[in-house]
């Protein structure tokens, strides 16, 4: 296992500059001096959790890339706000939910894709011991949720596709993921659609009950988020921008690689427990690489969500999302197989 960590890093951070070369970046702009180098700091946003730790490990899978670097990671809680701070310039790159970046994008603002972070992670709760047997059920019921990210999406998928107006036949109840599961145990609401590891933990709490990990195969699949930047910070800082996501794929593929290191960190970072994320590691999947599919899966949850009118028109999606880096990561390392 450790050996398959080394090969997965190395060949990705050894393969840096010759990835610069192939997008046409001189050796000058990797750093004009050792100085420079260590001057640069990295400002990324992303959230405290399992799924979306990688920034946090940027740095020590940069350093021998990145003479001095040091990554300054902000942790939010409200993905709105990691757009907010990105656009306002507090923030070179940050993790976003992909219904974000859609919403963003179809609303012309500056912002690109530049890799994914993870997929899965969502997951439909109900009261271990209540009358919600199955999603039809849900008619009438009280559902908690976050607008605006990726679990909302899907819960409006779920019930549509069970014949229920989103709008009209449940009460849609705007309540922090913190707050959910107390919400579901003191029976405020019937249900809720959250992220890892909330649904797992009220399960092994003992008061909740997954109803349904609402993926669908045929339309948008378990695509989830990603790493977002602005256009100007691209063009500006192309170097910067290709080693910044090169560090994010070396810190995923080490986490996918290895298990034990991922939760265990996990555990540590964030102070979880080490038995919840190993439960809630079956929904999570670590990303970085945007391929084909992921753009036909991006494409359906756009269309989606203007079905739902969440959006009034889909974005360019070549436009949002810019493969250079991931496409130019992907060719080197598979020169390196």
């Not at 209540?130 to 899907?154: C, N, S």
């Not at 003191?186 to 997954?210: C, H, Y």
Request: proline share 4%.
């Amino acid at each position: 296992m450790a050996a398959c960590k080394k090969d997965v890093t190395g060949a990705t951070l050894r393969g840096v500059l010759r990835v610069l070369a192939l997008l046409g970046i001189g050796m000058w702009a990797v750093g004009a001096s050792s100085a420079a180098q260590a001057a640069e700091v990295w400002h990324v946003g992303t959230w405290k959790t399992a799924q979306t730790i990688q920034p946090f490990l940027y740095e020590k899978y940069a350093a021998s890339a990145n003479p001095g670097l040091k990554v300054d990671v902000h942790p939010f809680t409200n993905p709105a706000d990691q757009k907010s701070a990105l656009l306002a310039g507090s923030l070179d790159m940050t993790g976003t939910t992909l219904a974000l970046a859609i919403q963003a994008a179809s609303r012309g603002e500056p912002v690109k894709l530049v890799a994914t972070l993870g997929s899965k992670c969502s997951a439909l709760v109900v009261a271990k011991d209540g009358p919600i047997h199955t999603a039809a059920d849900l008619k009438g019921k009280r559902i908690a949720y976050v607008p605006g990210t990726m679990h909302e999406i899907l819960l409006r998928e779920l019930l549509q596709r069970e014949g229920i107006d989103p709008d009209r036949d449940v009460t849609l109840m705007r309540i922090d993921f913190f707050d959910m599961g107390t919400a579901l145990a003191k029976g405020n609401v019937d249900a809720f659609l959250s992220g890892e590891p909330f649904p797992t933990q009220s399960v092994m709490q003992g008061f909740g009950r997954i109803l349904a990990y609402p993926y669908y195969g045929d339309s948008i699949g378990t695509i989830n988020s990603g790493m977002l930047m602005r256009e100007d910070f691209i063009k500006e800082h192309p170097d910067q921008a290709l080693r910044m996501v090169a560090a994010h794929k070396a810190a995923t593929e080490a986490l996918v690689a290895d298990k034990k290191l991922w939760l265990d960190t996990a555990s540590g970072l964030f102070g979880v427990d080490r038995g919840l994320l190993e439960a809630s590691a079956r929904n999570i999947e670590l990303t970085w690489d945007m391929d084909d599919a992921f753009m036909l899966r991006l494409a359906a949850l756009g269309a989606r969500m203007k079905a739902l009118g969440i959006i009034k028109q889909e974005p360019d999606y070549n436009k949002l999302v810019d493969r250079t880096f991931v496409n130019a990561l992907r060719t080197d390392a598979a020169k390196h197989d």
